[in-house]
């Protein structure tokens, strides 16, 4: 897979700006799209709504998962919804029920509706400012894919899912209104309507509710939102408690759960550093280790871990050892844990207590866009100009 240049390029729509955190976020993570070098593009003509096959030529891609280890389903930065039924060497562009570009940088499939898939735009610091409003889904392994929005349940404004995860309880999606963000501690605004940062659905993405917290707060009035606040990072623990990386505008950021399906929330530890937070990971398939990549306001890049379930943290990786600017993600083998920098991989044998780089024989030097775990236990990585394959833990790529 081969990737076009690719140059800096205005998003085609105009957000709301606003003196709050959410609108400082934004204006950082573009100084650091633009200090780190990473570049994307969204041209109108590269939208793609027909299914005629590209072999070896479909551009980058910035979110994708692995169905099987002939079917890869993602989203490029030319703005495609792509598919490959032969392991990555020939992509079709998917059928769209809206020929609008669509660059998502976060896909889940749903464990109890495996045809099921959804796809958001993904964490902003890795995705950067361009990336695109709502949520998709796909009930035919990514053939056809149908925009969701308010007659599904989910905000009936414009928004954007920072992140996923599904569960046997139900699929899970971080939602962000940033233009009601942004004007929160302004007088002068339209009601809002997006206070309540977590959605569920039990249904495979038909039908969405708010869950998160605050969804038991009623606002005061329509000028109060119930929840003051933006989800980092999702994550679903072993004993199927969903943990939610938290920034809010006012009180403690900190790692919350929900132990009841999303229907209450408890801060389980205030940690400021989550704040920061890009990656949430559970560390340990039979225990509550948690391990957490920071950085994507900072853009110094590390790792922290938490072996109590989130309620205290500690550095294991430190931004002199990573030399990145933001983690991208992690990903698990059956013996080892893997997590991405812009530029760098590190590997954890010991449930991320110790990190080392290692080999990467095969992986070129341009900046990884996304890395996620197959059902086979392989490891998949895009970087800018390609596509990888591990079997060995990161010594040894091989590029598709």
């Keep these: 897979m081969h990737v076009r240049s690719m140059k800096l390029h205005e998003p085609p729509y105009q957000r709301s700006a606003g003196g709050i955190r959410s609108a400082k976020r934004r204006i950082a993570l573009a100084a650091a799209l633009l200090l780190t070098g990473i570049c994307w593009k969204i041209p109108g003509s590269a939208i793609a709504t027909g299914l005629q096959a590209q072999c070896g030529h479909v551009g980058t891609l910035v979110g994708f998962t692995v169905i099987d280890q002939a079917t890869i389903v993602g989203s490029t930065d030319q703005g495609n919804m792509a598919r490959s039924i032969d392991g990555g060497r020939c992509w079709f562009a998917a059928a769209l029920d809206k020929p609008l570009t669509h660059r998502m940088g976060d896909f ?3 464990p109890l509706h495996p045809h099921v898939l959804l796809a958001g735009s993904g964490s902003i610091g890795r995705i950067g400012i361009g990336s695109t409003f709502g949520l998709l889904r796909s009930g035919n392994d990514g053939r056809t894919w149908r925009q969701l929005g308010s007659g599904n349940g989910l905000p009936g404004t414009s928004f954007d899912v920072t992140a996923l995860v599904g569960t046997t309880s139900g699929l899970y999606a971080a939602v962000a209104c940033i233009d009601e963000l942004s004007v ?8 809002f309507v997006c206070g309540v940062p977590i959605y569920r659905s ?11 917290p605050g969804a038991h707060l009623a606002p005061t009035d329509a000028s ?6 933006s989800v980092q990072a ?3 623990l072993p004993n199927g408690s969903i943990v939610a990386a938290v920034s809010p505008l006012r009180g403690k950021p900190g790692l919350y759960r929900s132990n009841s399906a999303g229907t209450s929330w408890s801060l389980i530890g205030p940690e400021r550093r989550l704040n920061d937070a890009s990656v949430l990971t559970v560390a340990s398939k039979t225990g509550p280790t948690i391990v957490a990549g920071v950085g994507s306001i900072s853009t110094t890049a590390q790792l922290l871990r938490s072996t109590d379930g989130g309620r205290t943290w500690r550095r294991v990786l430190a931004p002199a050892q990573m030399k990145d600017p933001i983690v991208i993600g992690c990903a698990h083998t059956v013996h080892a844990l893997l997590c991405a920098g812009l530029q760098h ?16 024989l095969g992986l070129t030097s341009s900046n990884i866009t996304f ?22 833990d990161g010594e040894h790529w091989q590029r598709l």
């Design 371 to 392: 890395i996620t775990t197959s059902p086979d236990g392989s490891v998949y990585l895009s970087r800018v100009g390609g596509l990888f394959r591990t079997t060995d």
């Design 202 to 212: 039990t249904n495979g993405g038909m039908a969405w509710a708010p869950v998160g």
């Design 234 to 236: 999702l994550a679903a």
């Design 224 to 229: 109060t939102p119930p929840f003051e606040g």
């Design 345 to 360: 991989l590190f590997r954890s044998t010991d449930n991320g207590t110790s990190w080392q780089e290692p080999a990467s």
């Design 184 to 191: 929160i501690n302004s007088k002068h605004h339209a009601p």
């Design 108 to 110: 889940v499939r749903d």
